[in-house]
């Protein structure tokens, strides 16, 4: 490997030294502040790193190869560096998180920094997904997300304070997603195995040339097979059974982690596989991820409509977004396809992660008000996941509403929202593409999207008498590092949503 090849892997070299680095500083200073803001000056470091590699780039050479296994270029440095940005907010909201659990009781103390260390795996395999060209690389970084995964779920066992139903569904919620997470491993390793014995080869330029010379049956299984266990990944129908579930049971950081970084790596890595192996030439797998599409627009809106509890809404509405992304994935390998799936992720992610950080920060001022860190089970106006809770938050929190307000009319695609122009590209890709069936999808999805997302936003202005409504102390107390979060992720949804067209060039530039 020459020099050129190893300065192309920087980010990935600086987030593995950062990870040895972090295990060795918990095992001589056991503090949950030191451990966060190392954790943040890794992910800065690996940012810088990504820049300078963008400056390495040129107009002559858009892209490394290093080796076999992994492929740099713009496109996926740009995907790691908004995945390395979400992860600095999910640190942040992780800290919130762990810090209202993890109190010193009777002179014992718990310190989470495994927290950090397995949020930088996450994010190394992530990283390394966007860059895979090969069936090795991608394996192996998809799961190590999904490794350090299974023990984030279940990360609510730690601390005093943390209440026992929350204990439970984590546990629940990472037994579910390991079982299930492992079947879809199964299918897609197994897939894996049918191409190479299709083609008798594993990098993607070598399966690209096999099926330029010709389709065999046992090419097309493979393919299938492997579209199964990344569909899982994505909580594309019928493949979307564990989200809801594993989204109410999370950490409410961790599923945002899941719901922003984890499906936009897979996402990044769809891109790349379909553009190198030209799959968008398969009837089959077009047709296969248009049905999908199609199921999780209609049936991940429909079952949004019937939910009471924020996080599984959200589940579902997350079910719907992917899909809509979809629909701008299958009009081709066209630039303009590119440009809409990137700016759609984005927006997805901005989005996403700001009504998540709000639910988070809601649920830390919960907890933090209740004696004991108990909360009674079965009253809806005392769980700061049902929707009752959120009734009248307007009037105890402005700040609080106008954002979870500004997310959710961003997530239905109302104008002057990022949500808006990424929708828009959708509409648009799907009319380039003549693909109408979709479009009808996309707009009966939308208008039901539309109903719960205002719906719930009524609920933020009712005015309700009861004890949550007029809770003494003046509102919700949250930390100034979740104020920071918020602040940066509303003005970028805000501030792209009016002036998109900063974005639309970075994006341009891959």
């Given at each position: 490997m020459s020099?050129?090849?190893?300065y ?11 990870i040895?680095l972090l295990m060795l500083?918990v095992?001589y200073?056991?503090s ?5 803001v ?10 810088y790193?990504c ?10 050479v858009?892209s490394?190869?290093?080796?076999s296994?992994l492929?740099v270029?713009?496109?996926g ?10 992860a600095?907010?999910?640190a942040?909201?992780?800290f ?14 718990s310190?989470?920094?495994?927290f950090?260390?397995?949020l930088l ?6 990283c390394?997904?966007t ?5 090795a690389?991608?394996?192996?970084a998809l799961?190590?997300i999904?490794?350090?995964?299974y ?8 601390g005093e ?7 439970m ?10 079982l299930?997470?492992?079947l ?27 099926l ?7 090419m097309?299984?493979g393919l299938?097979?492997l ?12 493949f979307h059974?564990?989200?809801p579930d ?11 982690l899941?719901?922003t970084i984890?499906k ?5 890595l769809?891109?790349?596989l379909?553009?190198?192996?030209n799959?968008?030439?398969?009837p ?10 199609v199921?999780s ?6 079952l949004?409509?019937?939910?009471n509890?924020?996080?599984r809404?959200?589940a579902?509405?997350?079910i719907?977004h992917i899909?809509y992304?979809?629909?701008a994935?299958l ?9 809409a799936?990137?700016?759609?992720l ?17 649920a830390?001022?919960?907890l ?5 860190g108990?909360?009674p089970?079965g009253?809806?106006?005392?769980d ?8 009248g ?8 509403a106008?954002?979870?307000a500004a997310m ?10 990022i949500?808006?122009?990424g ?5 648009a890709a799907?009319?380039q ?10 707009v009966?999805?939308s208008a039901?999207?539309?109903?719960y997302?205002?719906g719930?936003l009524?609920?933020?202005?009712q ?7 007029e ?9 100034a590092s979740g104020?920071?979060?918020l602040?940066?992720l509303t ?13 639309i060039?970075w994006i341009?530039?891959?």
């Amino acid at each position: 490997m020459s020099a050129r090849e190893l300065y192309a892997i920087l980010p990935l070299l600086v987030l593995t030294a950062g990870i040895a680095l972090l295990m060795l500083q918990v095992s001589y200073l056991r503090s949950h502040r030191a451990a966060l803001v190392t954790t943040l000056a890794i992910i800065a470091a690996t940012i810088y790193g990504c820049f300078r590699v963008v400056a390495m780039l040129s107009q002559d050479v858009s892209s490394i190869a290093v080796t076999s296994l992994l492929l740099v270029d713009r496109a996926g440095l740009f995907i790691c560096l908004l995945l390395l940005l979400a992860a600095v907010a999910v640190a942040v909201l992780g800290f919130n998180y762990l810090r209202q659990r993890c109190l010193k009781v009777e002179g014992a103390a718990s310190y989470p920094e495994e927290f950090y260390i397995l949020l930088l795996l996450v994010m190394l395999g992530a990283c390394t997904l966007t860059f895979a060209s090969h069936f090795a690389s991608f394996f192996l970084a998809l799961e190590l997300i999904s490794l350090a995964l299974y023990p984030m779920l279940g990360f609510a066992v730690i601390g005093e304070r943390s209440p026992r139903r929350d204990q439970m569904q984590s546990l629940e919620s990472g037994i579910k997603y390991l079982l299930l997470s492992g079947l879809s491993t199964v299918l897609g390793l197994f897939g894996i195995a049918v191409i190479y014995a299709a083609c008798g080869a594993l990098d993607f330029d070598g399966v690209a040339a096999a099926l330029a010379s010709g389709m065999p049956s046992l090419m097309l299984v493979g393919l299938t097979l492997l579209m199964t266990g990344l569909a899982f990944k994505l909580s594309l129908v019928p493949f979307h059974i564990w989200t809801p579930d594993v989204y109410q049971g999370a950490p409410t950081p961790v599923t945002a982690l899941i719901a922003t970084i984890g499906k936009g790596a897979v996402v990044a890595l769809l891109l790349r596989l379909f553009a190198q192996l030209n799959l968008f030439q398969i009837p089959l797998l077009n047709t296969l991820l248009a049905i999908m599409a199609v199921a999780s627009m209609l049936i991940g809106n429909l079952l949004a409509l019937m939910q009471n509890n924020i996080k599984r809404l959200l589940a579902y509405s997350s079910i719907a977004h992917i899909g809509y992304l979809i629909v701008a994935f299958l009009i081709g390998s066209s630039a303009f396809g590119s440009e809409a799936v990137i700016y759609y992720l984005v927006a997805y992610v901005v989005t996403t992660l700001g009504a998540f950080a709000v639910i988070s920060l809601i649920a830390d001022d919960a907890l933090a008000a209740t004696p004991g860190g108990t909360q009674p089970i079965g009253d809806s106006a005392s769980d700061p996941f049902q929707r009752d809770y959120y009734r009248g938050l307007f009037w105890r929190s402005p700040w609080l509403a106008c954002c979870l307000a500004a997310m959710l009319l961003s997530l239905a695609g109302i104008p002057l929202t990022i949500g808006f122009i990424g929708k828009f590209y959708i509409f648009a890709a799907g009319v380039q593409g003549q693909l109408w069936l979709l479009l009808a999808a996309v707009v009966i999805g939308s208008a039901l999207g539309l109903y719960y997302y205002l719906g719930l936003l009524l609920t933020l202005v009712q005015r309700e008498t009861t004890e949550v409504s007029e809770a003494p102390g003046g509102g919700i107390q949250i930390a100034a590092s979740g104020h920071a979060v918020l602040i940066i992720l509303t003005i970028a949804l805000l501030g792209f949503g009016v002036f998109p067209q900063v974005l639309i060039n970075w994006i341009n530039t891959l």
